[in-house]
């Protein structure tokens, strides 16, 4: 599976928009982008993920670029239970397919 | 998406001792995975259990240490087998489902070895 790069720790205040951004240079033609957020010593959420397409759900909204080498997770509007620790995976999603979890961002919403 | 529920919760146990975790889905899974979650760090996944056949290891984990069971296609079982304090993670299962498959995750076991 592709390797994927994420920023250590962002900022977001309350109400605004937090977009995280991915790089996943070496992805295939294959592989999906997941993202997964993991609140303090809870299991991992699914959020959402994508193929090529942009995609939206009643979570966020998940931006790829055309060349499918980076992504943008955007929560549209932050609250401070958003503050956790947000993992950028991308994986074939086969049937043999395995979650491979880098060190993610921290987000912390801030009131 | 899956519900899935994991016991116990936490355990603290004595170094030497074996203990073995739960994960019960509300729905039939082909696929179960168990992942370690080492204090502060990110998760690593440890075996994939399928029903009817034997745990797929990943590299650095051996069924000797961490045997798995997987009765029925919404049970399994962790084992964590002659503890020591290196042990003490967090154990999370998860099972996949949908097309792409995506993976979702039980609240987790904390474990403390003393």
């Known amino acids: 599976d592709a390797k994927t790069t994420q920023p250590p720790s962002m900022d977001c205040a309350e109400g605004r928009a937090a977009n995280l951004p991915c790089n996943h240079s070496t992805i295939s033609g294959n592989e999906y982008v997941y993202w997964y957020r993991q609140i303090h010593s809870q299991g991992p959420q699914y959020i959402i993920h994508g193929l090529k397409n942009n995609e939206t759900n009643e979570m966020a909204s998940l931006i790829i670029t055309e060349d499918r080498k980076s992504s943008t997770l955007i929560l549209p509007h932050a609250t401070l239970r958003d503050t956790a620790v947000y993992y950028c995976?991308?994986?074939?999603?086969?049937?043999?397919?395995?979650?491979?979890f880098g060190k993610g961002t921290l987000l912390t919403v801030n009131p | 998406s899956a519900v899935i529920s994991q016991k116990p919760s936490r355990d603290i146990c004595q170094r030497g001792t074996s203990l073995t975790i739960q994960c019960q889905v509300d729905s039939q899974v082909t696929m179960m995975f168990w992942y370690r979650q080492q204090p502060g760090q990110s998760l690593t996944l440890i075996a994939t259990a399928n029903q009817g056949s034997e745990a797929t290891y990943e590299s650095g984990f051996v069924i000797d240490k961490f045997p798995i069971s997987r009765p029925n296609l919404t049970f399994s079982t962790l084992t964590v087998s002659n503890m020591s304090p290196e042990d003490s993670s967090i154990y999370l299962c998860?099972?996949?489902?949908?097309?792409?498959?995506?993976?979702?995750f039980g609240p987790g076991t904390r474990l403390l070895v003393l």
């Open positions: 995976i991308v994986s074939s999603g086969g049937s043999n397919y395995k979650l491979t």
């Open positions: 998860s099972v996949a489902g949908g097309s792409p498959e995506t993976q979702y």
